[in-house]
């Protein structure tokens, strides 16, 4: 069991920027696949992006694609959602996961592991 922590919501007007940080512990291997997650009051919680155990293994939703960057620093635990252009349709509560397999995070519903407490980005217009 990975536990996660988020941190760099806030609020932002529409066409700024944010980046999320999420820092991973426990007695794990470092490099397992990473992404996240949003939730909006009333919406079930969607997948936005991911990255596997190499960097450039990436994978975004078509709503955010050219907008967010995931990376990762694997030597810190920690990974990245750097977030540009963003819209008042990303208002939402941004949650970390972590699974030993990519396919848990990418498949439709997810089957992750670990879930970190969230972190609240509100977007004004």
């Known amino acids: 069991q990975v536990q996660l922590v988020e941190s760099g919501g806030g609020l932002v007007q529409a066409g700024g920027s944010l980046r999320l940080s999420c820092a991973a512990s426990?007695?794990?291997?470092?490099?397992?696949?990473m992404g996240w997650f949003r939730q909006a009051p009333g919406k079930e919680r969607e997948f936005v992006a991911a990255?596997?155990?190499?960097?450039?293994?990436?994978y975004y939703a078509d709503s955010v694609k050219g907008r967010f960057t995931i990376s990762r620093d694997i030597a810190k635990n920690t990974v990245y959602l750097q977030m540009n252009s963003l819209k008042p349709e990303d208002t939402a509560v941004y949650y970390c996961?972590?699974?030993?397999?990519?396919?848990?995070?990418?498949?439709?519903?997810?089957?992750?592991?670990?879930w970190g407490q969230g972190t609240q980005v509100t977007v004004s217009s």
């Open positions: 426990g007695r794990t291997f470092t490099d397992y696949p």
């Open positions: 990255v596997g155990r190499s960097t450039s293994n990436t």
């Open positions: 996961a972590a699974s030993r397999v990519l396919s848990a995070i990418l498949n439709s519903p997810p089957t992750v592991g670990s």
